[in-house]
């Protein structure tokens, strides 16, 4: 069973500098119903932590202590 299903899973490698997108998760604030949009951003990953878990800024770096899951951004192109 687990080699099935480690068979379709593609780990993510992202890299300091790349712009992701953030998902909306429900139980946040910005979650504000059906037609509302599902990611946020751009954001610039500042520093890749272990086990997944990349730091964020905002483009103009004002937001500076967000750290999120890799399975919760997708990668953001221009």
Same mark, same amino acid.
């Given at each position: *069973? !687990?080699?099935?299903?480690?068979? #379709?899973v593609?780990? #993510?490698?992202? &890299? $300091? @500098? ?9 139980? =946040? &604030? %910005? !979650?504000? @119903? ?5 990611? =946020? @951003?751009?954001?610039? /990953?500042?520093?890749v932590?272990?086990?997944g !878990?990349?730091?964020?800024? +905002? $483009? %103009? @770096?004002?937001?500076?202590? *967000?750290? $999120?899951?890799? +399975?919760? $951004?997708? #990668?953001?192109? /221009?």
């Amino acid at each position: *069973m !687990a080699r099935a299903y480690k068979k #379709r899973v593609h780990p #993510r490698h992202f &890299e $300091v @500098g790349q712009l992701v997108l953030k998902r909306i998760l429900p139980h =946040q &604030e %910005e !979650a504000k @119903g059906k037609f509302a949009p599902n990611w =946020q @951003g751009p954001y610039l /990953i500042k520093e890749v932590l272990t086990k997944g !878990a990349l730091h964020l800024t +905002d $483009v %103009e @770096g004002k937001i500076t202590r *967000m750290i $999120v899951n890799a +399975d919760a $951004v997708k #990668r953001y192109y /221009i």
